[in-house]
């Protein structure tokens, strides 16, 4: 099977022009990292099931840092947007971090990976009806780059594996770098021993 080629969260060659049209961009990555994890089996499984465990994560953490601010501040009801979004989250995390301890060969696997795809689909679907539509109407285009330049310096500095405990902006701020330092080493230490 060829492997995909989708940009990771973070990639300072994505354009930076506008925050709705790159969050937009890897909610299609992530789709197809589904679709490849899917389709494959042993370590092409593993592999792109590790891509899809970072971007996820990466990807949740910037839109809690800058997203997320964004609107409570500029959407009129923005404060229950950002609520609904955060349990939906919270939900993905919990799910993500018990597949990340499993097997992919585990037979349990594939119907939780099926499980979260759903919850994270009908997630994206909610952002981008109650958040990313806003935002686009909210501001203008000096400001959408600005957010987006956040989105990636916020997806540099996030953690590479879901942590279910920690949902706040502040929260994130705060644990993000020693989190992303401690699921770096982790990832090295997995990569070095051929457990990717």
Not at 24 to 44: A, K, P, T
Not at 73 to 89: F, I, K, T
Not at 122 to 139: L, M, N, P
Not at 182 to 188: G, I, L, N, V
């Amino acid at each position: 099977m060829s492997e995909l080629h989708t940009p990771q969260a973070g990639d300072d060659r994505a354009p930076d022009i506008d925050v709705v049209a790159l969050l937009m961009r890897q909610h299609g990555d992530i789709r197809n990292l589904f679709d490849e994890v899917e389709q494959s089996e042993g370590e092409e499984r593993r592999e792109a099931f590790r891509r899809l465990v970072r971007l996820l994560a990466v990807h949740e953490t910037a839109e809690e840092e800058v997203v997320h601010p964004f609107v409570r501040r500029a959407v009129s009801g923005g404060e229950q947007v950002v609520e609904d979004r955060l349990a939906e989250e919270k939900a993905a995390k919990e799910t993500l971090a018990a597949l990340d301890g499993m097997d992919t060969d585990d037979p349990a696997f594939m119907p939780r990976l099926r499980e979260l795809r759903t919850d994270v689909q009908q997630h994206a679907r909610a952002e981008e009806r109650y958040e990313f539509s806003h935002i686009r109407r909210s501001t203008d285009v000096t400001n959408l780059a600005t957010m987006a330049k956040a989105v990636k310096a916020a997806e540099a500095m996030a953690p590479t594996r879901p942590h279910p405990g920690v949902q706040s902006g502040a929260a994130n701020v705060a644990l993000g770098p020693v989190a992303a330092l401690m699921d770096r080493t982790k990832d090295a230490v997995r990569k070095a021993m051929g457990k990717h």
